[in-house]
Nanobody
Framework: QVQLVESGGGLVQPGGSLRLSCAASGSISSIYVMGWYRQAPGKQRELVAVRTSGGITNYADSVKGRFTISRDNAKNTVDLQMNSLKPEDTAVYYC???????????WGPGTQVTVSS
């Protein structure tokens, strides 16, 4: 089982930047995919960005060109650099990991990101 802990959320003005970090722990040697999802009030949880251990990335269309995901495979960490933030980016952001392609999802407790003036 993988334990995930996020950090870096907060309040930022429109156009600002935030960096989220997530660290995985547990009896793991490698993690197939790590990434970020978000859930806004009244909406379903949605993919933001994920990255495989081989470097393949997938971004939601709404964040392409503004957000960048990075991973340290050796440390089992994943970061999300968020630039040009918009009010519609406001949500709880969850770190996600799967040890293998068919493994179950592990989730962090979430961190709040609020974009408001």
């Amino acid at each position: 089982q993988v334990q995930l802990v996020e950090s870096g959320g907060g309040l930022v003005q429109p156009g600002g930047s935030l960096r989220l970090s997530c660290a995985a722990s547990g009896s793991i040697s490698s993690i197939y995919v790590m990434g970020w999802y978000r859930q806004a009030p009244g909406k379903q949880r949605e993919l933001v960005a994920v990255r495989t251990s081989g470097g393949i990335t997938n971004y939601a269309d709404s964040v392409k060109g503004r957000f960048t995901i990075s991973r340290d495979n050796a440390k089992n960490t994943v970061d999300l650099q968020m630039n040009s933030l918009k009010p519609e980016d406001t949500a709880v952001y969850y770190c996600n990991a799967r040890i293998g392609p068919l493994s179950s999802n592990s989730w962090g407790p979430g961190t709040q990101v609020t974009v408001s003036s």
